[in-house]
């Protein structure tokens, strides 16, 4: 029937991924937590979103769901985090003492970007274009986003992430 050119991408693997990626940064950063933790916990937090982004996944209107797909701790923690996190053994109190108290997380299609604090700058994670839907996975530190400014080419500046 329709026949669009490119059909938009309802794979959200490398959404869920940069996302999965920078919550188990950031409680590998602390030190707490050992890499095969962390791999049980990105495994889990991996097929929680999967499941509760499923029906709420627009590739063709990004934007619609953000809210419900939005991945918030605001001195109170992500049940979806917190489950993944129990999988490892680790308590709520422990999650706090990791992970930032101020975290949200928006997580749509062709873009993952997060803030830390709530009048924080919003840093990208990860972003596609619809034309090319397969890119690298961009890294843009904050300092890097403000130095470069919204307007320039970001894609010179992209370093790829090995895993």
């Known amino acids: 029937q329709s026949h669009r050119r490119g059909p938009p991408r309802a794979d959200m693997a490398p959404e869920i991924a940069a996302a999965v ?18 791999q ?17 996944w627009f590739p063709e209107k990004p934007f619609k769901g953000s809210g419900y797909r939005c991945i918030r701790i605001n001195h109170k923690m992500d049940p979806i985090i917190s489950k993944a996190a129990s999988q490892i053994g680790l308590s709520l109190p422990q999650l706090y003492q990791l992970l930032p108290s101020e975290l949200t997380l928006w997580v749509d299609p062709y873009e993952v970007s ?15 274009t619809a034309m090319k839907p397969l890119s690298s996975y961009g890294v843009l530190t904050c300092k890097n986003q403000m130095m470069l ?3 320039s080419p970001s894609k010179n500046y992209i370093m790829t992430v090995s895993s």
């Not at 990626?21 to 962390?38: A, I, M």
């Not at 049980?40 to 029906?55: I, P, Q």
Request: hydrophobic letters at 35%; one cysteine or more.
């Open 21 to 38: 990626g920078f919550v188990s940064s950031l409680l590998r950063t602390r030190g707490c937590v050992s890499e095969q933790q962390l």
């Open 40 to 56: 049980v916990f990105s495994g889990a937090l991996r097929e929680a979103l999967a499941e509760h982004y499923k029906h709420h």
């Open 114 to 128: 997060y803030r830390i604090g709530e009048d924080g700058s919003i840093c990208v994670l990860y972003e596609a």
């Open 149 to 151: 400014g919204r307007t």
